[in-house]
């Protein structure tokens, strides 16, 4: 059983990738803070009674569930309420560079000329580009086991699917991700 504390300091560990995550898949930053909150707050709610090494997993599957359920919400409220304003790309207004503030906060940026840091910083632009233009499970399956560092059956069992399907989605994600990255010229 998890004590409060245990309960506390895990939340704290996966908060900032748990946002990471889900913006790339809502593309909203204010939605995706409200995924995630809702997440942490169902956790802490029904499974503070669980071994705190089942946290992690259960978190996982909980967040899924709540992003699935948010697009669910999406696809209704748009087709009752659908308006112009709701086909206009809020691309713009999003300013948040996740690769890019994971680059700086990973490597000293006083070791590195200007040309480096441009460099690196469009290589990670088109990278994260790439990513959002994967098919939602295939991002899914490939943030979890590459990004979130889960193995094959953690993966699975929070996107609950076969070990098999994640295999699958992260290898055409990788495959898709080296060619469209390698006809930009960038070579990982």
Request: charged content about 25%; proline content about 3%.
């Amino acid at each position: 059983m998890a004590t409060t504390a245990e309960l506390a300091e895990f939340l704290k560990s996966v908060e900032k990738r748990a946002f990471k995550r889900t913006v790339y898949h809502v593309r909203n930053d204010e939605s995706a803070l409200d995924i995630v909150q809702d997440s942490m707050m169902k956790l802490a709610e029904h499974y503070a009674d669980k071994p705190s090494e089942e946290l992690p997993m259960l978190f996982q599957r909980i967040l899924s569930n709540s992003t699935l359920d948010w697009f669910r919400r999406q696809k209704v409220q748009n087709a009752l309420f659908s308006s112009f304003s709701n086909f206009q790309s809020d691309a713009e207004d999003n300013d948040f560079d996740i690769l890019e503030s994971l680059s700086i906060a990973e490597t000293p940026i006083a070791f590195e000329n200007p040309e480096t840091q441009s460099q690196r910083a469009q290589t990670l632009r088109a990278i994260e580009q790439e990513l959002l233009l994967l098919p939602n499970r295939q991002r899914e399956a490939f943030l979890m086991r590459y990004w979130e560092d889960m193995d094959v059956a953690e993966t699975a069992t929070a996107m609950g699917c076969s070990q098999g399907s994640v295999k699958t989605h992260c290898s055409r994600a990788i495959h898709s991700l080296l060619k469209s990255l390698s006809a930009k010229g960038i070579r990982l």
